[in-house]
Protein backbone atom coordinates (compact mmCIF):
# COMPACT_ATOMS: atom_id res chain seq x y z
CA UNK A 1 0.00 0.00 0.00
CA UNK A 2 1.35 3.13 -1.30
CA UNK A 3 0.77 7.01 0.44
CA UNK A 4 -1.76 9.00 -1.16
CA UNK A 5 -0.34 11.65 -3.34
CA UNK A 6 -2.03 14.79 -5.14
CA UNK A 7 -3.30 13.66 -8.63
CA UNK A 8 -0.52 15.48 -11.03
CA UNK A 9 -2.98 16.62 -13.32
CA UNK A 10 -4.43 18.87 -10.71
CA UNK A 11 -0.84 20.83 -9.88
CA UNK A 12 -0.62 23.97 -11.75
CA UNK A 13 3.11 24.42 -13.75
CA UNK A 14 4.15 26.75 -11.50
CA UNK A 15 8.35 28.00 -11.96
CA UNK A 16 9.17 25.92 -8.88
CA UNK A 17 7.62 23.25 -10.50
CA UNK A 18 9.87 23.08 -13.50
CA UNK A 19 12.68 24.58 -11.46
CA UNK A 20 12.99 21.23 -9.13
CA UNK A 21 12.03 18.65 -11.79
CA UNK A 22 14.51 20.36 -13.92
CA UNK A 23 17.35 19.72 -11.91
CA UNK A 24 16.42 16.35 -10.52
CA UNK A 25 15.97 15.47 -13.69
CA UNK A 26 19.94 16.23 -14.27
CA UNK A 27 21.00 14.90 -11.10
CA UNK A 28 19.50 11.05 -11.82
CA UNK A 29 21.31 11.35 -14.71
CA UNK A 30 24.51 11.72 -12.85
CA UNK A 31 23.79 9.45 -10.72
CA UNK A 32 23.76 6.96 -13.05
CA UNK A 33 27.60 7.43 -13.82
CA UNK A 34 29.19 8.39 -10.60
CA UNK A 35 26.95 7.53 -7.67
CA UNK A 36 24.51 8.98 -5.55
CA UNK A 37 24.25 12.11 -4.57
CA UNK A 38 21.98 14.90 -2.84
CA UNK A 39 20.03 17.71 -4.34
CA UNK A 40 18.45 19.97 -1.49
CA UNK A 41 15.31 22.32 -1.90
CA UNK A 42 14.85 25.13 0.11
CA UNK A 43 12.95 28.32 0.57
CA UNK A 44 10.55 29.81 2.58
CA UNK A 45 7.34 28.36 3.84
CA UNK A 46 4.40 28.97 1.19
CA UNK A 47 6.46 28.78 -1.62
CA UNK A 48 5.32 25.46 -2.86
CA UNK A 49 7.96 23.16 -2.43
CA UNK A 50 5.27 19.95 -1.17
CA UNK A 51 3.19 20.81 -4.41
CA UNK A 52 6.86 20.64 -6.29
CA UNK A 53 7.97 17.35 -4.59
CA UNK A 54 4.61 15.99 -5.13
CA UNK A 55 4.92 16.66 -9.19
CA UNK A 56 8.55 15.38 -9.87
CA UNK A 57 7.25 12.12 -7.41
CA UNK A 58 4.97 11.47 -10.13
CA UNK A 59 6.98 12.66 -13.23
CA UNK A 60 10.36 10.36 -12.11
CA UNK A 61 8.63 7.71 -10.23
CA UNK A 62 10.15 8.62 -7.23
CA UNK A 63 9.79 7.29 -3.77
CA UNK A 64 8.01 10.20 -1.70
CA UNK A 65 8.25 10.73 2.10
CA UNK A 66 6.79 13.50 4.34
CA UNK A 67 9.25 13.52 7.28
CA UNK A 68 7.86 13.96 11.29
CA UNK A 69 9.29 15.86 13.72
CA UNK A 70 9.64 12.96 16.23
CA UNK A 71 10.54 10.14 14.27
CA UNK A 72 13.81 7.57 14.66
CA UNK A 73 15.54 6.11 12.39
CA UNK A 74 13.18 3.33 12.49
CA UNK A 75 9.80 5.64 12.04
CA UNK A 76 11.59 7.04 8.83
CA UNK A 77 12.84 3.30 7.39
CA UNK A 78 9.20 2.05 8.47
CA UNK A 79 7.76 4.93 6.66
CA UNK A 80 9.98 4.35 3.35
CA UNK A 81 9.30 0.90 2.84
CA UNK A 82 5.04 1.68 3.09
CA UNK A 83 6.02 4.03 0.16
CA UNK A 84 7.55 1.37 -1.61
CA UNK A 85 4.66 -1.18 -0.38
CA UNK A 86 7.29 -3.52 1.22
CA UNK A 87 6.31 -5.20 4.41
CA UNK A 88 8.61 -3.53 7.13
CA UNK A 89 11.37 -6.46 8.51
CA UNK A 90 11.59 -6.50 12.19
CA UNK A 91 14.75 -4.45 13.53
CA UNK A 92 16.63 -1.30 11.49
CA UNK A 93 19.47 -3.43 9.91
CA UNK A 94 17.43 -5.59 7.64
CA UNK A 95 14.49 -2.76 7.42
CA UNK A 96 17.52 -0.64 5.78
CA UNK A 97 19.03 -3.17 3.38
CA UNK A 98 15.38 -3.70 2.23
CA UNK A 99 15.42 -0.01 1.23
CA UNK A 100 18.64 0.07 -0.10
CA UNK A 101 18.01 -3.01 -2.51
CA UNK A 102 14.40 -1.72 -3.60
CA UNK A 103 16.30 1.64 -4.13
CA UNK A 104 19.09 -0.01 -5.91
CA UNK A 105 17.05 -2.55 -7.89
CA UNK A 106 14.66 0.37 -8.97
CA UNK A 107 17.25 3.18 -9.54
CA UNK A 108 14.33 5.60 -8.58
CA UNK A 109 14.98 8.47 -6.54
CA UNK A 110 14.34 9.08 -2.86
CA UNK A 111 12.27 12.52 -1.88
CA UNK A 112 12.11 13.43 1.51
CA UNK A 113 10.23 16.36 2.55
CA UNK A 114 9.92 18.43 5.52
CA UNK A 115 13.55 17.02 5.84
CA UNK A 116 14.87 19.70 8.31
CA UNK A 117 13.46 18.06 11.07
CA UNK A 118 16.07 14.51 9.94
CA UNK A 119 19.18 17.12 10.11
CA UNK A 120 18.16 17.07 14.43
CA UNK A 121 19.42 13.33 14.66
CA UNK A 122 21.22 10.80 13.68
CA UNK A 123 18.57 9.79 11.19
CA UNK A 124 20.20 12.08 8.39
CA UNK A 125 23.38 9.88 8.46
CA UNK A 126 21.29 6.72 7.99
CA UNK A 127 19.97 8.76 4.83
CA UNK A 128 23.41 9.74 3.51
CA UNK A 129 23.70 5.30 4.10
CA UNK A 130 20.98 4.61 1.99
CA UNK A 131 22.40 7.00 -1.06
CA UNK A 132 25.93 5.45 -0.73
CA UNK A 133 24.99 1.71 -0.94
CA UNK A 134 21.89 2.28 -3.16
CA UNK A 135 23.86 4.90 -5.51
CA UNK A 136 20.31 7.17 -6.45
CA UNK A 137 19.80 10.58 -6.12
CA UNK A 138 17.92 11.71 -2.42
CA UNK A 139 15.88 15.03 -2.42
CA UNK A 140 15.95 16.69 0.72
CA UNK A 141 13.40 19.36 1.09
CA UNK A 142 12.98 22.04 3.64
CA UNK A 143 12.95 25.51 4.88
CA UNK A 144 14.81 28.27 3.78
CA UNK A 145 17.46 27.27 6.50
CA UNK A 146 17.62 24.06 5.40
CA UNK A 147 21.36 24.17 3.88
CA UNK A 148 22.63 25.66 7.30
CA UNK A 149 21.30 23.02 9.20
CA UNK A 150 23.10 20.40 7.02
CA UNK A 151 26.46 21.73 7.34
CA UNK A 152 25.90 19.56 11.25
CA UNK A 153 26.44 16.63 8.87
CA UNK A 154 29.90 16.90 6.97
CA UNK A 155 29.83 13.55 5.16
CA UNK A 156 25.76 14.55 4.63
CA UNK A 157 26.52 18.50 3.05
CA UNK A 158 29.88 17.66 1.10
CA UNK A 159 28.01 15.41 -1.00
CA UNK A 160 24.94 17.98 -2.10
CA UNK A 161 25.21 17.75 -5.60
CA UNK A 162 23.09 21.29 -6.41
CA UNK A 163 21.17 23.71 -3.24
CA UNK A 164 18.04 24.22 -5.13
CA UNK A 165 16.00 27.81 -3.99
CA UNK A 166 12.47 27.70 -4.25
CA UNK A 167 11.50 31.02 -5.64
CA UNK A 168 8.57 33.31 -4.87
CA UNK A 169 5.87 32.88 -7.21
CA UNK A 170 5.93 35.19 -10.36
CA UNK A 171 3.56 37.32 -12.33
CA UNK A 172 2.77 33.94 -14.73
CA UNK A 173 2.71 31.96 -11.54
CA UNK A 174 -0.18 34.25 -10.85
CA UNK A 175 -1.76 34.33 -13.88
CA UNK A 176 -1.85 30.28 -13.82
CA UNK A 177 -2.70 30.29 -10.38
CA UNK A 178 -5.71 32.47 -11.21
CA UNK A 179 -7.03 30.31 -13.91
CA UNK A 180 -6.61 27.37 -11.60
CA UNK A 181 -8.88 28.52 -8.33
CA UNK A 182 -10.66 31.02 -10.38
CA UNK A 183 -12.33 29.21 -13.61
CA UNK A 184 -14.90 31.42 -15.48
CA UNK A 185 -14.13 34.41 -13.12
CA UNK A 186 -12.70 37.76 -14.79
CA UNK A 187 -9.75 38.68 -12.57
CA UNK A 188 -8.04 41.99 -13.54
CA UNK A 189 -4.38 42.45 -13.69
CA UNK A 190 -4.74 45.05 -11.49
CA UNK A 191 -6.07 43.15 -8.75
CA UNK A 192 -3.48 40.20 -9.19
CA UNK A 193 -0.04 43.27 -9.45
CA UNK A 194 -1.70 44.10 -6.39
CA UNK A 195 -1.78 40.27 -5.01
CA UNK A 196 1.44 39.88 -5.75
CA UNK A 197 2.22 43.42 -3.35
CA UNK A 198 0.45 42.14 -0.56
CA UNK A 199 1.90 38.52 -0.73
CA UNK A 200 5.41 39.01 -1.86
CA UNK A 201 4.76 36.01 -3.99
CA UNK A 202 3.79 33.89 -1.20
CA UNK A 203 1.88 30.91 -3.01
CA UNK A 204 0.29 29.57 -0.19
CA UNK A 205 -1.28 32.90 0.97
CA UNK A 206 -1.87 33.63 -3.10
CA UNK A 207 -4.39 30.72 -3.15
CA UNK A 208 -6.05 31.49 -0.20
CA UNK A 209 -6.73 35.25 -1.79
CA UNK A 210 -7.83 34.20 -4.86
CA UNK A 211 -9.90 31.48 -3.22
CA UNK A 212 -11.63 34.54 -1.19
CA UNK A 213 -12.11 36.08 -4.30
CA UNK A 214 -13.71 33.30 -6.47
CA UNK A 215 -16.06 33.14 -3.35
CA UNK A 216 -16.89 36.87 -3.74
CA UNK A 217 -16.92 36.85 -7.68
CA UNK A 218 -20.78 36.17 -7.60
CA UNK A 219 -21.37 39.16 -5.65
CA UNK A 220 -18.66 41.53 -7.60
CA UNK A 221 -19.21 40.12 -11.37
CA UNK A 222 -15.59 41.05 -12.19
CA UNK A 223 -12.16 41.18 -9.90
CA UNK A 224 -10.58 44.26 -10.30
CA UNK A 225 -9.31 46.78 -7.97
CA UNK A 226 -12.37 48.69 -8.36
CA UNK A 227 -14.44 46.50 -7.27
CA UNK A 228 -12.35 44.47 -4.17
CA UNK A 229 -12.81 48.01 -2.30
CA UNK A 230 -11.92 47.80 1.29
CA UNK A 231 -12.00 44.21 1.39
CA UNK A 232 -8.59 43.91 2.40
CA UNK A 233 -5.97 40.98 1.50
CA UNK A 234 -4.63 37.79 3.77
CA UNK A 235 -0.90 38.28 4.31
CA UNK A 236 -0.02 36.11 6.93
CA UNK A 237 0.80 39.40 9.31
CA UNK A 238 -0.96 39.23 12.82
CA UNK A 239 -3.29 41.93 13.26
CA UNK A 240 -2.33 44.41 15.71
CA UNK A 241 -2.99 43.97 19.32
CA UNK A 242 -6.55 45.28 20.63
CA UNK A 243 -6.82 47.32 23.24
CA UNK A 244 -8.61 46.10 26.70
CA UNK A 245 -11.75 47.81 27.40
Not at 183 to 190: F, I, M, P, S
Request: aromatic share 6%; net charge positive.
Amino acid sequence: MTQNHDNINTIAPLSNVGLLLGEVSSAISYCRENGGMFVAFHGHAGYGKTTACNYVRAKVRGYRVECCDHWTRKSLLRAILYEMSIPAANNVAEMFDQAVEQLRLSGRPLILDEADHLAKNSCMEMVRGLMDKSRVCVVLSGEELLMKKLERWERVHSRILKPVAAQPADANDLRVLAKLYCTGVAVGQDWLDELMKQTGGNTRRVVVNLNRARNEAAALGTISLQTWGERGWYTGHSPAPRKAV
